[in-house]
């Protein structure tokens, strides 16, 4: 990881004195509905009328989720703000503000934390979102928490995992398994395989599928989540919480050639490893042949159809996996867990 050159450690600068550095780097977006940001005790914004707002918020720990030494702090400070933009596509919301906490060990030096918020700023600037406030504290090893706070039109149904109905389409808008491979070439430090740029760049700077979970929300897809934690840690929750099983072709999965061709337990990242942060989603055969037709027509690449969705039995598996073999069997649940019991 480069390290920034000049500053001055933050327990040697202080809270304060970093809040006012940050307040200066993260100045307001034109047309913003904050009206009071940084430097209160809580921030003020004017939501639209006409709006229901959707909140979420993530936590990204050292040793845990991302490990300095593999990293820029700019990468850091996107992706912190990626992972909860994700959580607001999955709903099909309009991201609008972001509220940031960070617990730093205190020998990190301001031009780093400034990094951080650089490499947030960027995607907030992108995306229109204003990062209005938060909290710093000292702690054994660095987190950073933030919350997102987005909306919705009010004749627009939200999307949720429980909407799902038998004979739906099963679909994903995005590559599987890419962060993964980004993430194992990270750990085992392996100097070049085809497609790592690519690979390293899918786990450091996840692109929150902000428009497609839109466009899907006003052509009427009936459930959606997000894939953080891999396909086959995510899809059974959007099963259960629909009380249907998902039939999974593995020949269809959207897995890039280089992750095939780098890695012989390739499935097995596609399946269960997790961070893609693309959008699964399900939707009335009509409706998807809909949402196929109109997303080239908006620039967005066309989602790819993995499967369907099929009556769960009193005590069924909730997801049904077609191997490339052509056997069809009961899939084993398995995603990256903070405590190991995945």
Not at 56 to 63: G, I, P
Not at 110 to 133: Q, S
Not at 252 to 261: D, N
Not at 318 to 341: D, I, N, R, Y
């Amino acid at each position: 990881m480069r390290i920034p050159t000049g500053g001055r450690p933050v327990e040697e600068l202080g809270e304060f004195d970093l809040i006012e550095q940050l307040g200066r780097v993260l100045s307001p977006k034109a047309g913003s509905p904050v009206t009071l940001g940084i430097g209160d005790d809580a921030a003020l914004w004017q939501p639209r009328p006409g709006r229901q707002q959707v909140a979420t918020t993530d936590l990204l720990v050292e040793y845990v989720d991302f490990r300095l030494e593999w990293l820029e702090w700019e990468d850091l400070g996107y992706k912190a703000l990626a992972v909860n933009l994700s959580d607001l596509a999955a709903m099909g919301a309009w991201p609008r503000l972001a509220l940031v906490s960070l617990g730093l060990r205190g020998i990190e030096r301001d031009r780093e934390i400034i990094e951080l918020y650089r490499g947030m700023d960027e995607l907030a600037r992108r995306e229109r979102v204003d990062i209005a406030g938060g909290d710093v504290s000292k702690s054994d090893t660095v987190f950073i928490s933030v919350t997102a706070i987005g909306d919705v039109p009010l004749n627009q149904r939200v999307l949720t995992r429980s909407g799902a109905h038998v004979g739906d389409v099963l679909a994903v808008t995005g590559p599987l398994g890419l962060a993964a491979a980004g993430l194992r070439v990270m750990q085992q430090s392996i100097p070049w395989v085809d497609g790592s740029p690519a690979m390293r760049r899918a786990q450091l700077r996840p692109v929150p599928r902000l428009r497609e979970g839109r466009l899907l929300a006003r052509l009427g897809a009936s459930a959606a989540m997000d894939l953080s934690d891999g396909l086959l840690g995510d899809l059974p929750k959007l099963c259960a919480a629909s009380d249907v099983s998902a039939l999974v072709d593995a020949v269809r999965l959207p897995i890039p050639s280089a992750v095939r061709w780098a890695f012989p337990d390739w499935l097995d990242l596609a399946l269960r490893g997790g961070e893609d942060f693309e959008l699964l989603f399900t939707a009335p055969r009509d409706v998807y042949v809909k949402i196929e037709r109109a997303f080239p027509r908006r620039g967005l690449r066309p989602p790819v159809r993995i499967g369907e969705i099929v009556p769960r039995g009193s005590d069924g598996p909730e997801v049904l996996l077609k191997q490339p073999s052509g056997v069809t069997e009961a899939a084993m649940p398995g995603a990256f867990t903070h405590f190991g019991t995945g």
